[in-house]
């Protein structure tokens, strides 16, 4: 018999050479799974893995699809649709759990006023069927409202999908904000009230002080100020586009005269007796004649800790703020953050708002940490009526 040789079992039968099943190979799994070293299933918002330990899931950052992606459109699209292409994705069953919230609950915990209740419910999901990024942001919007009714378990799934379909509306949205039309404005104006609402709902971190953080200006901020890029190169066209409600509103805050309230005028008289030789005095002035502003007149409602304003009121002292007094605020300038300190006093009328849980007590204890000890006199009426006390 001869010699076995490398290719021979020893029995006569040829060797069967065995090879590595092969498999798949992904780098695109969610960053908790690659820092853990373990296979992730890359289901999106939330891998399996992340959804079975409760914790926030994030992918890398996935570019928007190209348009040699995506079928083509059909013919005779009008054009103003044809950039919306560019972000269209697939929509699930989830999906269709958060657009049926947001139609029954969401949409009214975004104004007090019916009309405007029944422009977000109806008309901004319409508006949504022509841009993508529209629908993302009401689904972000609606499952971070969800998170608030969830347990513990289950409440970083709908953060995580809130995250990942605003991340997803941001992407598309700003891609459009270097032309702005008067076919986009409506979508791109919607897009900054959501992103507003979504990161105000996400609540406060330490050292956020709602107009700048440790990082400056936080990404709602930029928004906002973006809407009044939108609004002054295209007001004719949203005031007379299906939005017309938003604004008939919000001119009438918008041209709303000062209020005369005996705590404003007092720390009106304190900085004018505090700053005569300060360059800044008359910026310190202006924002608490524009604080003044917002307040509601007595007629009708009355600022405190039982009622309840109009956000589009509230929100329009924040619209007005210039730069120059932005800038104060993320210097820590004492007199600037105790006029933010009074803005309390206004925010605290919306704290039936979701959206705003946590925020004022959080605002006020930033502000009086920040402040020396002789400026912290000046917001004794502020910590009062929103009954805030110091630890």
Same mark, same amino acid.
């Given at each position: ?28 799994? !969610? ?8 296979? !992730? ?5 939330? !891998? ?12 890398? $950052? ?17 054009? $103003? ?21 947001? $139609? ?22 319409? %508006? ?16 971070? $409202? +969800? ?47 959501? !992103? ?55 001119? @009438? ?59 589009? @009121? ?31 006093? +206004?925010?605290?009328? @919306? ?37 805030? %006390?110091?630890?």
């Amino acid at each position: 018999m001869p010699p076995s040789t490398q290719n021979d079992t020893g029995f006569g039968l040829p060797a069967r050479k065995l090879s590595r099943k092969s498999h798949r190979k992904s780098r695109n799994g !969610c960053q908790n799974c690659k820092r853990r070293k373990i296979k !992730c299933d890359e289901q999106k918002p939330q !891998c399996a893995n992340c959804n079975r330990h409760s914790t926030l899931c994030r992918y890398p $950052h996935v570019s928007t699809p190209s348009l040699s992606t995506l079928p083509e459109p059909p013919q005779g699209l009008p054009s $103003h649709l044809q950039p919306a292409l560019s972000y269209r994705q697939p929509l699930n069953v989830r999906d269709m759990e958060l657009l049926h919230h947001y $139609h029954i609950s969401t949409s009214y915990t975004l104004a007090n006023d019916s009309g405007l209740q029944a422009c977000f419910r109806i008309t901004v999901p319409q %508006i949504g069927v022509s841009y993508p990024f529209v629908l993302h942001g009401i689904l972000s919007l609606a499952s971070l $409202h +969800l998170s608030r009714f969830k347990r513990d378990d289950v409440k970083a799934h709908y953060v995580a999908q809130s995250q990942y379909h605003y991340e997803t509306a941001l992407r598309a949205a700003s891609s459009l904000m270097s032309n702005i039309s008067e076919e986009t404005c409506p979508a791109l104006y919607l897009s900054t009230i959501f !992103c507003c609402h979504i990161t105000l709902g996400l609540g406060p971190r330490p050292g956020d002080f709602l107009v700048f953080g440790e990082e400056g200006l936080p990404e709602w901020l930029v928004m906002f100020r973006a809407m009044k890029t939108i609004v002054s190169s295209c007001y004719e066209p949203l005031r007379n586009s299906d939005l017309a409600p938003m604004f008939q509103i919000q001119n @009438l805050h918008v041209d709303q005269p000062e209020v005369n309230d005996r705590h404003l005028k007092s720390l009106h008289d304190m900085i004018l007796s505090a700053t005569p030789h300060d360059p800044d005095q008359q910026l310190y002035l202006t924002a608490v004649s524009a604080l003044a502003r917002s307040f509601p007149t007595p007629s009708s409602t009355s600022v405190g800790r039982t009622t309840q304003s109009s956000p589009q @009121l509230v929100f329009a002292w924040l619209y007005r703020l210039s730069d120059e007094f932005v800038l104060r605020l993320q210097q820590r300038n004492p007199i600037s953050l105790v006029i933010l300190a009074h803005f309390c006093v +206004l925010f605290n009328s @919306l704290s039936s708002f979701w959206w705003s849980k946590d925020w004022v007590d959080h605002l006020m204890k930033e502000i009086y940490d920040s402040l020396p000890r002789e400026h912290r006199l000046w917001i004794k009426w502020p910590m009062e009526e929103i009954g805030w %006390i110091p630890n």
